[in-house]
């Protein structure tokens, strides 16, 4: 089993950067894929971006694409997003979430774990 605990979050300005931690719990959080994603007030979860257990493969949704960036440190049991050119439609709850299946999925209802979240707002 894994826990996740999601940090970073807070308030900048459209244009600007942020950075988001998801540190986890557990010896096995190596052999996860892991994912990032994010819901807005009123709308569904969507996918943002995920990581292959050894960090060679990731896959984005084409809205982040070119603006989010996401890595993982398995010696630290911890996987990152980084965010540039950040835009008011990225302001959302973001989730951390664990897959158990080696391959990368963009369905939330594939992923096993989850974190509580940590809000991220963007403004104009």
């Known amino acids: 089993q894994v826990q996740l605990v999601e940090s970073g979050g807070g308030l900048v300005q459209a244009g600007g950067s942020l950075r988001l931690s998801c540190a986890a719990s557990g010896s096995t959080f190596r052999l996860y894929t892991m994912g990032w994603f994010r819901q807005a007030p009123g709308k569904e979860r969507e996918f943002v971006a995920a990581v292959s257990w050894r960090g060679d493969s990731t896959y984005y949704a084409d809205s982040v694409k070119g603006r989010f960036t996401i890595s993982r440190d398995n010696a630290k049991n911890t996987v990152y997003l980084q965010m540039n050119s950040l835009k008011t439609e990225d302001t959302a709850v973001y989730y951390c979430?664990?897959?158990?299946?080696?391959?990368?999925?963009?369905?939330?209802?594939?992923?096993?774990?989850w974190g509580q979240g940590t809000q991220l707002t963007v403004s104009s």
């Open positions: 979430a664990a897959d158990r299946n080696s391959v990368i999925q963009t369905s939330a209802r594939r992923y096993d774990y």
